[in-house]
């Protein structure tokens, strides 16, 4: 799967929206061990990334090639700014209508539209995949993620009150959101 849009953020300044390529392992994966630093609503922290460079350039070579799946990184001014990914819950036919969303954006970038792009650009995606369904996870104290996500038109499922164990405010609700494409 295959994207690629330069937008105009609210500052004036130029990103670009792109598969993440082989190329680009190194970017990543320093942009994920930063938005993995500056919040703690993100899934896991910086020391528990499981990928090296290496890892993440196959990683995002395989996004690149797949037809259903995809990662899409922002760029501005050089700098990964943010990604975003869409995946397949699974290949089994009653699944396989559904995908998973995930996105983090980097602090020094937050309040910019790149976050609004990245959702717009992976909703487009899952779309042209054939998803009938894009589902997601917010940690329920995120209140601007959520915000974003229903003002898109996702709607909360049900509701995790353990959802995550925070190494700084221990355990944290997660809400589970979907929408139907």
């Not at 909360?156 to 979907?178: A, C, D, L």
């Amino acid at each position: 799967m295959k994207y690629n849009k330069t937008i105009v953020l609210k500052n004036g300044m130029e990103c670009c929206l792109r598969n993440g390529t082989e190329s680009d392992g190194q970017l990543v994966l320093d942009n994920f061990n930063l938005t993995h630093e500056e919040t703690d609503y993100l899934l896991s922290y910086p020391d528990e990334s499981s990928f090296d460079a290496i890892q993440e350039s196959q990683f995002l070579k395989e996004k690149s090639e797949s037809e259903n799946e995809i990662e899409i990184i922002a760029v501005v001014n050089g700098t990964v700014a943010g990604t975003a990914g869409i995946e397949a819950v699974g290949n089994k036919y009653k699944v396989r209508h559904r995908a998973e969303f995930g996105i983090s954006v980097a602090k020094e970038f937050w309040g910019l539209g790149i976050g609004q792009a990245l959702m717009d650009a992976c909703m487009e995606c899952a779309r042209q995949a054939g998803y009938a369904q894009l589902e997601l996870s917010v940690v329920a104290e995120n209140e601007r993620a959520i915000s974003m996500y229903e003002k898109a038109g996702f709607t909360e499922y049900g509701r995790n009150p353990k959802g995550f164990r925070s190494r700084i405010t221990g355990y944290q609700e997660v809400i589970y959101m979907r929408l139907e494409l």
